[in-house]
């Protein structure tokens, strides 16, 4: 299966992922930002936008195995909230193919625990029960979800919608199953075995991924480097494109003066 990728712009190599319910479009605000500095892959996950939908027993295996057969061999990967597990889990499952990763309001663990924040298991069973009955309503519901707690609400679901309105509606099957992927994934042990240069952006008043989840993730990944845009809720590239752009931006030029542009391998600079 061959997914979707709209390209454009020059430079090395960023593939980004949406997130649930979403499409490439949604990167409208922060690709003009970007584009000078690098060619972006602006990818539609599997039965979202333009791209046809795995099979109903598809695992995040799969999904990530969907995107690496679109995108080029070397690059940089960013996800954000499901597209930032799909880009995790692709650079677990092929560490030469992704250079560097950046994850933006995501989390290798969705779902509250006793010892985890995250979202709690009942929202996610509503979810999953209302799609059966009006899959369009829950998108709509999890899009004020997304926005809840930023200063620019009403303008950050307005975005959305628009960008969601840009491509054809996500699969039924797809959201299922990209909400089973966010209540049954757990990468937080894998964490530890990614040694690419690893960048983590969150918003302090993000509901989905709460603030608490930022220490945790710290010392699962104590080689990463993380951000929290302070007035920035789950979707910060909507609400704060140019600060997001910006700490995207230095941090894979940062990288690029790190690594050798042949191998690809870490370098010492003075």
């Known amino acids: ?3 979707y990728v709209e390209r454009r712009g020059r ?18 605000g922060l690709a003009p930002r ?15 936008g333009h791209s046809p939908a795995l099979p109903a027993h598809a695992r995040l295996d799969d999904w990530a195995a ?22 995790t ?22 779902v509250a625990e006793d010892d985890w924040p995250g979202i709690k298991p009942a929202v996610l069973a509503a979810f999953e029960q209302q ?18 707690g930023s200063e620019h609400a009403r303008e950050d679901i307005r975005q959305l919608r628009d960008s969601l309105a840009q491509k054809p509606g996500p699969d039924p099957a797809a959201l299922a199953a990209g909400l089973a992927l966010l209540g049954g994934v757990d990468l937080r042990t894998g964490l530890s ?11 302090r008043l993000d509901g989905l991924v709460p603030r608490k989840a930022v220490a945790l993730v710290d010392a699962l ?26 700490q995207i931006r230095a941090f894979l030029l940062n990288v690029a003066g790190r690594q050798d542009p042949d191998t690809g391998l870490s370098i010492s600079v003075s």
Do not use: C, K
């Open 89 to 110: 889990h692709a650079a677990l499952q092929a560490p030469m193919r992704v250079r560097s990763l950046i994850t933006l309001a995501s989390s290798p663990r969705f």
């Open 11 to 28: 430079g090395p190599d960023l593939v980004l992922l949406h997130g649930w319910g979403m499409n490439g479009a949604v990167w409208q």
């Open 131 to 148: 799609l059966a009955e009006d899959h369009h309503q829950v998108v709509n519901r999890f899009l004020a979800l997304q926005a809840m």
């Open 193 to 203: 075995r990614l040694q690419l240069p690893m960048l983590r952006l969150y918003g």
């Open 66 to 87: 969907a995107v690496l057969g679109a995108v080029p061999d070397e690059a940089a990967w960013l996800g954000w909230s499901l597209g930032g597990l799909v880009a």
């Open 34 to 48: 970007l584009e000078a500095d690098f060619r972006l892959h602006l990818v539609d996950l599997p039965g979202f």
């Open 221 to 246: 990944a104590p080689h990463s480097q993380s951000h929290v845009e302070p007035r920035a809720s789950h979707a910060s590239f909507i609400s704060h494109p140019e600060a997001t752009a910006e």
């Open 1 to 3: 299966m061959s997914v």
